[in-house]
Structure formats: C-alpha cells, structure tokens
C-alpha cells in the first residue's frame, strides 16, 4: 500500500502563491498517475486535476485552469501542485491521491474515479 505525505500548505493573502509536496513511498510511482483534490469544510470532496504517469499530460478542472500547475518528479517520488492567482474560495484541505491502477492514459484520470490511496492532507487558507 502506498503511502502519500503532503506538505506544504498555509496561510496566504489572495493573490499569493503556494507550492504543495507530496511525498511517495514505494518503487512503482513514476508508472501511477497522480491526482490533487481539495475539501472545504461542509462540502465533499473535489477533484482538482491530475497528472499521468509520465508527466507529460495533466489535466485540470475549470475552477483552477490557469492558475494551479501539476508537476511530478519520478526519480524523487514526488508530485507537487503549484498554485498562483489564490482566491478566497481555494481555502481547503487539499490531498494528493494516487491512481488504483498503472499506465492510465490521459483520457481516463479527466475525473475523481480513478483515483485511491489518499493522503492525509494539508491545509490552505487564503483571506482577502
């Protein structure tokens, strides 16, 4: 079983910029996609964006195109999610997760499904 640390989260004006880490266990990572998501309080779980196994596609929701930038780096295990432009609304735990299955082609981590293996999150808090 995989294990996923994120770090990097804080407190930021809006406008500012973060750059999360996550952090994987293990010798299989550079043939899993990788995916962030984000929860607010009282609200489910959203689905951020994703990056394939590669690095070479990633894929974002609208809420975030733009302004978030997923980025992996397989020698070190590590993915991370560098957001710019900040707006209050992006306050939220935010977890990586890892795909339930290998070599996922881009067209298949365009969404939550695919992803398991979850983090324990890291807190971004944006204030105007």
């Known amino acids: 079983q995989v294990q996923l640390v994120e770090s990097g989260g804080g407190l930021v004006q809006a406008g500012g910029s973060l750059r999360l880490s996550c952090a994987a266990s293990?010798?299989?990572?550079?043939?899993?996609?990788m995916g962030w998501f984000r929860q607010s309080p009282g609200k489910e779980r959203e689905f951020v964006g994703a990056?394939?196994?590669?690095?070479?596609?990633?894929y974002y929701v609208d809420a975030v195109k733009g302004r978030f930038t997923i980025s992996r780096d397989n020698a070190k295990n590590m993915v991370y999610l560098q957001m710019n432009s900040l707006r209050p609304e992006d306050t939220a735990v935010y977890y990586c997760?890892?795909?339930?299955?290998?070599?996922?082609?881009?067209?298949?981590?365009?969404?939550?499904?695919?992803?398991?293996?979850w983090g324990q999150g890291t807190q971004v808090t944006v204030f105007s």
């Open positions: 293990g010798r299989t990572f550079s043939i899993y996609a």
């Open positions: 990056i394939t196994a590669s690095g070479r596609s990633t």
């Open positions: 997760a890892r795909d339930r299955n290998p070599f996922s082609d881009y067209r298949l981590i365009q969404g939550p499904s695919p992803f398991g293996s």
